[in-house]
């Protein structure tokens, strides 16, 4: 069980390397700042970590910085997927949705979709109708009740085994008055990644470097960049990490969610006494 979480102010942080800057605003918050005035932060073209800090009494801590990427390294799809504007079926469905009168004039809805079984659904005579009705159905149950972004999977009955009759759906809620509450355009909704083999790569990308690293305590920091739950990403990886040697020599694991200008939210997991502690650091406006 994660405790309360304590509230750090710090100051912004100055390098211009981002992988630097949330690295330089955990030193900042971390044990009242005591490791973050003497700070050796190394060259990266070769397999360093990212930086040893050190105390007035000589200690070292060495920290090693990664991001659990969810999406990968494409950006707005997935490569070889057409665009979004030029996707007949997203312009069909689109279309669809924006012609379902619901009650709502306070909020506008941005409706992403996932085409991993859309286009078969839509394609088949058989299965079209029913898709349309399942549809039409989850939109009038749910999107006038909706105030915050959220996921869902959408089960149409068309005699086709669970995983192929699932239709995930991403909506983005928008507080605008309008008369048409559905916008009469859709994205793709990016598929779910393994977060098991992201994770796995992570640590064995990492752990090495860090445990060779001479230095009286390592940090390795994970910044999740992901849709999943963090306690979904805490589980896989303590799972994962449990498996790998390397994983027991070092200190503490450090999540971390990146907020950029306001701070970020910091949860460390101590190896040696498997305890958790939480911070937010909070970037002061003053030195800015």
Not at 26 to 51: I, T
Not at 148 to 157: A, G, L, R, T
Request: with cysteine; proline share 8%.
């Amino acid at each position: 069980m994660i405790p309360p979480t304590n509230r750090v102010v710090c100051p912004p942080p100055t390098r211009p390397r981002e992988d630097d800057r949330i690295v330089e605003t955990f030193l900042n918050a971390y044990e009242d700042g005591r490791f973050a005035y003497r700070v050796d932060w190394l060259p990266q073209h070769v397999s360093n970590v990212e930086a040893i800090a050190s105390t007035e009494d000589g200690t070292k801590l060495a920290i090693e910085h990664t991001c659990v990427q969810e999406f990968g390294y494409f950006i707005g799809r997935e490569p070889n997927q057409p665009n979004p504007d030029e996707d007949p079926i997203l312009g069909e469905i689109g279309a669809h949705f924006a012609s379902i009168s619901l009650p709502v004039r306070d909020r506008e809805f941005m409706l992403n979709v996932d085409p991993k079984n859309l286009k078969r659904l839509l394609t088949y005579k058989k299965y079209r109708p029913k898709t349309l009705d399942a549809l039409t159905e989850w939109a009038q149950k749910f999107l006038p009740s909706l105030r915050e972004n959220q996921e869902f999977e959408i089960s149409v009955k068309a005699g086709l085994p669970h995983k192929d009759s699932i239709v995930r759906i991403g909506v983005e809620v928008f507080r605008v008055p309008t008369n048409r509450p559905i916008l009469g355009c859709c994205g793709y909704l990016p598929p779910r990644p393994d977060i098991v083999s992201r994770v796995r790569k992570a640590l064995e990308d990492k752990l090495p470097k860090l445990v060779r690293t001479q230095a009286n305590r390592r940090i390795l920091m994970l910044e999740l960049v992901t849709l999943a739950g963090d306690s979904e990403v805490y589980e896989t990886l303590l799972n994962v990490a449990r498996d790998l040697a390397e994983f027991l020599k070092i200190d503490e694991l450090v999540f971390a969610r990146n907020f950029w200008d306001l701070g970020a939210v910091f949860r460390t997991w101590n190896t040696a006494s498997n305890e958790w502690s939480a911070f937010v650091a909070q970037v002061s406006d003053e030195g800015r």
